[in-house]
């Protein structure tokens, strides 16, 4: 049994843990073996998150008056929180990978970037492009409009070129001219 003290204590701990993470995401993980939450922590750390199973009543308190407070909703029962301060994204993707796998691990909700989602929005959060792949869809985007103009700027030059070179063909490159009335001299 915990005394009063040990408990503020993980409410602190836990409180300074969850603070600068933009995506939460609340786990039933029911009936799966430590086998499987150890293979669960490792894949949620290669996505640079965390996972941690919490006594409810430690979690509610941790995230009362905080920004994470509306998941206090989603404490009930066995839980477990998988979080992280960087891309909420891949977090839900390294989750919704292992839950596929293993048909225990239930989403029951979450909070990206300060809004509640429920068990299904969570999981849908998993099928969206992550923020390295928007920014590379948004660079290529707004490059594709340059690269367009560079290109019609670039076709009379071209056009002139070609035309001059047919040309040229046409009536024999001057080096040949040059050599031929060379001869005749």
């Known amino acids: ?50 996972y941690q199973v919490v006594k409810n009543t430690l979690a509610k308190l941790s995230i009362a008056e905080t920004p994470h407070q509306s998941l206090q909703q989603l404490l009930s029962g066995p839980a477990a929180l998988a979080f992280t301060s960087n891309d909420a994204v891949i977090l839900a993707k390294a989750l919704a990978d292992f839950a596929k796998a293993h048909d225990k691990l239930k989403f029951r909700g979450g909070l990206v970037e300060g809004q509640l989602l429920d068990a299904v929005q969570a999981k849908q959060v998993a099928t969206l492009p992550s923020k390295k792949e928007l920014v590379a869809r948004l660079l ?17 030059v071209r056009g002139l070129a070609v035309s001059l070179q047919q040309i040229a063909d046409k009536k024999g490159t001057p080096d040949e001219g040059v050599t031929e009335q060379a001869k005749e001299n």
């Open 1 to 50: 049994m915990l005394t009063r003290a040990q408990k503020q204590e993980q409410i602190e701990t836990l409180r300074a843990t969850l603070a600068p993470a933009s995506g939460l995401f609340v786990m039933d993980f029911t009936g799966l073996t430590v086998g499987e939450v150890t293979e669960l922590r490792r894949k949620v750390r290669e996505a640079n998150g965390s």
């Open 140 to 156: 290529f985007l707004l490059q594709s409009p340059m690269r367009r103009l560079v290109t019609v700027l670039d076709a009379p």
